[in-house]
Structures are given as structure tokens and as C-alpha cells.
């Protein structure tokens, strides 16, 4: 193919004089500036700064974004992370000046749409979830349970105890164990049971008052249900251990159950995985956490109260405090809230039915070439055991390199770490019945060449831009910047 997309920066296209439209109008005096930053403050040389046309920006940016997979680009099966579909419409809102020009500290008297938005998206997500009280502010599920065991522990020691474990499954994302250790906890590992669920007997061996919360993901991080969850709840709660649950699979759940109903006393919701707002890449997302009413004054603040219709922001004495800048990153607010209004009650309902539906399907058409582990029924995902490509001189890692060159993204792999050579399958539930079929088409394709030509699989990707990376390299030896001279 004919093009100047070499791979080369912005910088290096840039050519003097080269410009876009022309000089921004300011619509406000540009006073200050000169005067309020003493001389020795000011830069002496202008910003180097690429020059270019438009058009060559919106090209640059273009073609980068068709060599990167994406979304809306092509099938994204990343267990676990649930790249699930961005309607536009959220985007659109989220984008109306009257949001995007507020700054987060106006007098609320000025932003009250803003805070009326928070206030009804606080109250689905507690209607959905079935918790009493619900913060936003955390900026992604890891600062979500963060957050949420500060609450737990601010909990405990108003009742005068000084609990210092938590316990967390061994299948658990690696967020959990490091969220309770930066809160200050100590992390005791619980095993799971040969069917993939918690080992039950081993949780209550562990049970003491010295535990301040149990952490379980459900649907676990294998894709099953936890069966038990009332008898781990009612165990945790005898000895005052309150019950956490790692929300990240809730789309598994929405419009069948809700955490609240199950027994948890507290949860974490990933807005990007179960309400389709974009990924925060870890930060700029949004990681709301709902408790039950024991819970309720220890929640961040601000917080926003409605006092019939005119919306006020106030700062309970027992909160943790703030977790985050001013709300939180509202414009992904905007976007759930948007999400949820779109697909009202009914729509919502059959979120839960789609995704456990579509993953069950999809496993059905692949489990002859390649089976999970543990024995399903299964919920929103699966992981498969990659072992048998060991025979033939084969990793999960070759299978999922060489399925992006059919231009699909590869299952999550190598996590949970209970299963060997994890290959863990999430279809979500915004995929189409034709997207699964092909999927499973490639998939098999790629377990024949395993079979037929290791080598081919070995050396993928063929047909992408950057060939096999080192990945220890790459890993260790990022390099972020460029080479200026
Ligand atoms: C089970 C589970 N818990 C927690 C997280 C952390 O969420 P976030 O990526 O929003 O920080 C994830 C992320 O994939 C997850 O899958």
C-alpha cells in the first residue's frame, strides 16, 4: 500500500510555517499571564511544537488509530476487562457544553444539573445493585476498592476495633490483594476449591475478629457463579468480617440478582465494564463503590444531597474524606447515566441473560478443540486450559498472537492464575450471533495450524504492524520519550 504513514512522529513531518485553520480568538482578555509570572519564570524560546496542516494531523491520527486494535474496530474477547461496545450517543452528551464547560468548583448553586445527574446515577446504581448508599468519586475499579476497604476499615475502628486482615481469594485479580495492602491490611490468601469455586471450609478456618473483610469476586475470575455466597456471607458476618464484593462482573448479574439482596455489605462497580463508558486505562474512568446503610457515613465526600430539588454538597463528619479531585471524572458519569436512561428497566434486564448467553454459546461452538477446567455453567466468560499446546511445543501466548492476524484481539491470558495456560474468553454482551460464529471459525482455524504448522503459530503475528516484541524487553526497558536532538 502507497502511503507516507511511516511510522514516523508528528515531529518528524513537522515543516516551518505549516499550519491549520489559523489563530484562536480568545473570547476573554488574556490578562495576567505576562504580569503574574515573574520574568524569570517565563520561557525564553517558544515551545517546539510540530508544524502542520490539518489535514495532515487528522491523517497522522487515523492511520495510528487503524493500527491499534480497538473496539470499534473489530471483536475485543478480553476476559475479565469486558471491551464491550461505546454507544456514540454517550459521547455526544458528554460533549454538550453545558457539561464540558462547568468548572468543579463553581458554587453549587451554579452546577445543580450537574449535581442532580450524580445524585439520580447514585441512586440506579443502588437500585441495581441493591445497596443503600453509593459514592462516585473513585476513579477506576482498583481505586474503587481502595476506597471502599478505607471505608471498611474507618467502619471498624469507630466501633473501637483495629482489624488488620483481609482475606482474598487465589483467584483473584491482582488489584484485590494490592488495593488491601496500600490501605494498610494484611492480605491472607484463601484457596479455591476443585470446582473453581471458594474453598468454603478454608474461608471459615481463616474467619476471625481480627478480619476486617472478605474479598470475593462473583461471578468469579473462572467465569462461575459463587453458589455459596449466602453461607460466606452469613460465616463473615458472625464474626463481624464485613463481605466485599469485586464488582468487575456485574454485567453477569444485571437484571438477574443483586449484590445487596446477596448479603454484601459492600462493592465495587467498574463503569466501563458493565455500563459501556470507555476504558480509563486505570485512571481517568470511574470506579463508584455502593455499601449498605452501616456503611453509608463513612463514604467519601463530598457528597450531594438532594433537599427537595435544590441539590447541596456536604461533608459528613465520619467521611474518609475525598479520594479524588473535586466529583470524580464526570464526563464518564455523564456517559453511564446516559447509558442506563437509553436502555431503561427492560433493556437493562436482559444485559445479564445476553452476556452469559453469548459466552455460553460461543463456548459451545469451540469446547471440542479446547475445554475449560473447571466445569461451567459458566456466566459472562470461560477460561480455557491451554496446556495441550504444550505437547506440541506451543504457548497460550503463540495462540493468542497469532489470532490477532485474522484482525480479532486476543483472550486475556496467563490470568486467573489457577489455570494452566489460561486463555479467558469474554464475549460481552454487545456482540452479534454472526461476530461469535466467525470468532469460533478463527478460533478453530488456529488450533488446526497448531496441529498442522506449530511454526506458523510460533512466529505469529504475520500481518500486523510490529512483528513478535520481546516482551521482557519491552517490559523492562520502556522507553517513553523520543530522541530529540
Ligand atoms: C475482577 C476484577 N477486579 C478488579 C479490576 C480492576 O478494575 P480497573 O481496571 O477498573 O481498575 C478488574 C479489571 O479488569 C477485574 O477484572
Known sequence: MLHDDTGRTLFEKSRPGQRGTGEIEWDVPRVGLDTLVPAKFRRKKAPRLPELSEGEVVRHFVNLSTKNHHIDKGFYPLGSCTMKYNPKVNESLARLAGFTTLHPLQPAETIQGALELMWRLERMLGEISGMDSVSLQPAAGAHGELTALLVVRAYHLSRGEDRRKVLIPDSAHGTNPASAAIAGFECVTVKSAPDGRTDVEDLKSKLGPDVAAFMITNPNTVGIFETRVEEICAACHAVGTQVYMDGANLNALVGITRPGDLGFDVMHFNLHKTFTTPHGGGGPGCGPIGVKSH????????????????????????????????????????????????????????????????????????????????????????????????????????????????GVYAP??????????????????????????????IFLEVLRECKESPETVHSAPHNLPLKRVDDVKAAKDLILTHPFE
Request: aromatic share 12%; proline share 7%; hydrophobic share 45%.
Open 412 to 441: 486475556t491470558i496467563y490470568f486467573p492464575l489457577i489455570v494452566p495456560e489460561a486463555m479467558m474468553i469474554e464475549p460481552t454482551e454487545t456482540e452479534s450471533r454472526e461476530t461469535l460464529d466467525r470468532f469460533a471459525e
Open 295 to 406: 456503611l453509608s457515613a463513612f463514604l467519601p465526600s463530598p457528597r450531594v444531597e438532594n433537599h427537595e430539588g435544590k441539590f447541596t454538597l456536604a461533608k459528613p463528619a465520619t467521611s474518609i474524606g475525598p479520594v479524588h479531585g473535586a466529583f470524580g471524572n464526570f464526563l464518564i458519569m455523564v456517559r453511564a447515566y446516559a447509558y442506563i436512561l437509553a436502555m431503561g428497566p427492560e433493556g437493562l434486564a436482559n444485559v445479564g441473560h445476553t452476556a452469559v448467553l453469548n459466552a455460553n454459546y460461543l463456548y459451545a461452538k469451540i469446547k471440542e478443540g479446547m475445554s475449560c477446567k473447571f466445569d461451567g455453567p459458566y456466566m459472562h466468560e470461560f477460561v480455557l486450559d491451554g496446556s495441550p499446546l504444550k505437547a506440541l511445543g506451543l504457548h497460550t501466548s503463540d495462540f493468542a498472537k497469532r489470532l490477532m492476524d485474522f
